[in-house]
């Protein structure tokens, strides 16, 4: 797989990395171990090199999975993990300080088997800690080897530029896909102004632009989706004409729904790079794939949605 560049400091990932949230966490009862396990290797093997996680998916037992499933082949991946929550439960609000991250760094290191952190995200901005100290003590972690680039997630565009001006961001984490296009007004351009690279999640609109979920679709118990108005029965239905739209596009293009959505992203900007996430092998090959799709064909294609 071709590999891209996220920020101007040398983190070069694959062109489509793996969002493993969902292995543990957020759509209902985790996947067995093993099959995470096989999972995860089977990405690897199939030219995936930038693997997503961070302390609130469990909380701790995403990371403690894919510490043991990369161990055997740390120094050929890139690792991103997150810190930014009270003892890493999203429930309880955010906790940004310095002595917070320090903790969570050294508890995420142990807990992915490694002696660094390629990606050190701020999950969410905590209103209460100045940016300037967040970035500050990254930058701190970065000196003593502990952490090698400093992540953004949800972040507003003045808090980008505050934590920017102290250590420089690699990377920022937000919603994007063909169902979403917020960033466009300001983050992307902002992104580019400062070389700060992009990492879409939920870039298949958590899984509805894969056409595999229309408005009869009942979600499992534990699965956020049952409370996200999006995908509320009626709301589904009403936007079921974009998945059909990119179905008729995949049909000419002999792909799937997903893999134009996924190649739309990436002909966007050469420093974009989703995180699609699934605990299916055929789905998980079918993201791969879309890294060989025509991106500038489906740039042309899509334009009027």
């Known amino acids: ?36 396990t096989s999972l995860i290797r089977h990405a690897f093997e199939q030219g995936v090199t930038f693997f997503d996680t961070a302390e609130a998916y469990g909380p701790f037992t995403n990371e403690e999975l894919l510490g043991e499933a990369l161990a055997p082949i740390r120094n050929k991946v890139v690792i991103a993990t997150k810190f930014g929550f009270k003892d890493g ?34 999950h969410r901005v905590d209103p209460a800690i100045p940016m300037e100290d967040v970035a500050g003590t990254v930058k701190d972690l970065i000196r003593e080897g502990k952490v090698r680039h400093f992540g953004l997630s949800e972040a507003g565009l003045q808090s980008i530029r505050r934590a920017h001006a102290v250590q420089p961001v ?5 919603e994007y896909s063909l169902w979403w296009r917020a960033p466009e007004t300001d983050a992307l351009p902002l992104c580019e102004e400062l070389g700060i690279g992009f990492v879409p999640f939920s870039p298949l609109g958590k899984g509805f632009l894969t056409g595999k979920i229309d408005g009869s679709t009942k979600f ?3 699965d956020f989706r049952n409370s996200v108005p999006r995908f509320s029965a009626q709301n589904r239905q009403a936007n079921q004409r974009l998945v059909d739209l990119l179905s008729s596009i995949a049909a000419t293009k002999h792909t799937t729904p997903a893999q134009i959505a996924l190649g739309w992203l990436l002909a966007q900007k050469s420093w974009i790079v989703p995180i699609p996430g ?12 879309a890294a060989g799709v025509d991106v500038i064909g489906v740039l042309l294609q899509v334009r009027v949605i």
Request: aromatic residues 6%; proline residues 4%.
């Open 1 to 36: 797989m071709q590999k891209r560049r996220l920020g101007h400091h040398g983190l070069e990932v694959s062109a489509i990395g793996f969002g493993c949230m969902g292995l543990s966490f957020g759509f209902g009862p985790p996947l067995d171990k093993d099959e995470a």
């Open 170 to 174: 690699s990377a920022l984490q937000n």
């Open 278 to 289: 699934t605990t299916k092998r055929a789905r998980l090959d079918e993201n791969i794939g």
């Open 89 to 122: 439960n999203p429930m309880a609000g955010t906790d940004s300080r310095p002595e917070r991250i320090r903790a969570v760094a050294d508890a995420s290191l142990k807990r992915l088997r490694t002696d660094h952190i390629d990606l050190f995200y701020q």
């Open 220 to 222: 499992a118990n534990g």
